[in-house]
């Protein structure tokens, strides 16, 4: 089965810098790498996602990067402010047809006022 | 965007009893659905997959016996935990696809805290 890793575990920034997190899988087959944002006791919010077909993807201050080759994805998030504040759970899923997403064990990104 | 709701929010419970937590796709049809168990500060790990119609289909040492999934209907889904005990307490969450082949995308339900006293 799939294995994501998912690096740091937790990162503190100042506002207004940039936060990267990043992620790697095991299997080549992969081709759906969705980003979560998790609130306290809330559920998961999608907040931006990539297919195996695409290298990058940019939503105003969020984009994500995708290295086939390497395997690794990455979440980068500009100009970050205090509502950024939450867990980052990067995922994978591989296969054709709705199947289940294997998650990182996430970051807690802290942006420091 | 896609809706999927999930009751109750939050539930305690004696050991020993049943829980049965309710996941239903509001404005679409989800053939298939996920069941997530999110212990604190722990990432989200996926304990079954619910097809209507048809079994689930559970992950390695997740008990079937103790974790019932019926997934009678195009929108709504139950996990109900079975004689339930202190170790059961957990964060529970479904979550079901929804969009076309090219953008179907994962969304979440509201999830159920689940506390065994």
């Known amino acids: 089965g799939e294995n994501v890793e998912q690096h740091p575990s937790t990162l503190s920034v100042q506002e207004g810098d940039s936060a990267v997190i990043k992620c790697t899988y095991s299997?080549?087959?992969?081709?759906?790498f969705p980003w979560y944002k998790q609130e306290l006791g809330k559920r998961p919010q999608l907040i931006i996602d990539?297919?195996?077909n695409v290298g990058e993807k940019k939503d105003q201050r969020i984009a994500v990067t995708l290295n086939k080759t390497a395997k690794h994805f990455s979440l980068h998030i500009t100009e970050t402010q205090p509502e950024d504040s939450a867990v980052y759970f990067c995922?994978?899923?591989w296969g054709a047809g709705r199947r289940a997403l294997t998650f990182g064990s996430g970051t807690r990104l802290q942006v420091q006022p | 965007g896609a809706v999927v709701s999930q009751h109750p929010s939050w539930v305690i419970c004696k050991s020993g009893t049943s829980v049965k937590i309710e996941c239903r796709s509001l404005d679409f049809q989800a053939t298939t659905m996920f069941w997530y168990r999110q212990f604190p500060k722990q990432s989200l790990m996926l304990m079954a997959t619910s097809n209507e119609g048809s079994k689930a289909t559970y992950e390695q040492g997740v008990e079937k016996d103790k974790f019932l999934i019926n997934h009678a209907s195009l929108t709504l889904s139950t996990l109900t935990v079975t004689s339930a005990h202190p170790e059961d307490s957990s964060f529970y969450i479904c979550?079901?696809?929804?969009?076309?082949?090219?953008?179907?995308?994962?969304?979440f339900g509201s999830g159920t805290q689940l506390s065994v006293l």
């Open positions: 979550s079901a696809f929804t969009g076309g082949a090219t953008n179907e995308k994962l969304f």
């Open positions: 990539i297919r195996s």
């Open positions: 299997d080549s087959a992969s081709n759906y």
């Open positions: 995922a994978a899923s």
